[in-house]
C-alpha cells in the first residue's frame, strides 16, 4: 500500500488549499488526514468511510474531507486557513471500516505534506 500526498506549500491567512492523496494498492474504505506539528502527537483532523465524513473540533466548518472513489483518491479541502493550521499534514488509510479519531488504529500513513499559513 503507498500513500502519495502532492500538494501543500505556503498560503496567506484566508486563503484556501487543497490537498490530495492518492492510494495505490489498498481496498479499504476508510481514510483520514491528520496533522503534526513539532514536539506534538498527530492530530486527528478528518476521515472519510461509506457512513460519511467526520471531523476534528477545530476544523468543523472550515474543511471538507471528499473522495473519488474511482482514483482511489481523498482530498482535504481547507478554506479561510489561519496560520496555526501550519503542520505537518498526513494521509492515513484503516483496513477496519470503522470511524476512529486514534492514530494508532490506521495502518497505512504517507509521507507528509507540510502546509505553511503566513500571516
Known amino acids: 500500500v503507498q500513500l502519495v500526498e502532492p500538494g501543500g506549500g505556503l498560503v496567506q491567512a484566508g486563503d484556501s488549499l487543497r490537498l490530495s492523496c492518492a492510494a495505490s494498492g489498498f481496498a479499504g474504505s476508510l481514510m483520514a488526514w491528520f496533522r503534526q506539528a513539532p514536539g506534538k502527537e498527530r492530530e486527528f483532523v478528518a476521515s472519510i468511510t461509506w457512513n460519511g465524513p467526520y471531523y476534528g473540533e477545530s476544523v468543523k466548518g472550515r474543511f471538507t474531507i471528499s473522495r473519488h472513489n474511482a482514483k482511489n483518491t481523498v482530498y482535504l479541502q481547507m478554506n479561510s486557513l489561519k496560520p496555526e493550521y501550519t503542520d505537518v499534514y498526513y494521509c492515513?488509510?484503516?483496513?477496519?471500516?470503522?470511524?476512529?479519531?486514534?492514530?494508532?488504529?490506521?495502518?497505512?500513513w504517507g509521507q507528509g505534506t507540510q502546509v505553511t499559513v503566513s500571516s
Open positions: 492515513a488509510a484503516r483496513q477496519r471500516a470503522i470511524f476512529s479519531s486514534n492514530l494508532r488504529d490506521y495502518d497505512y
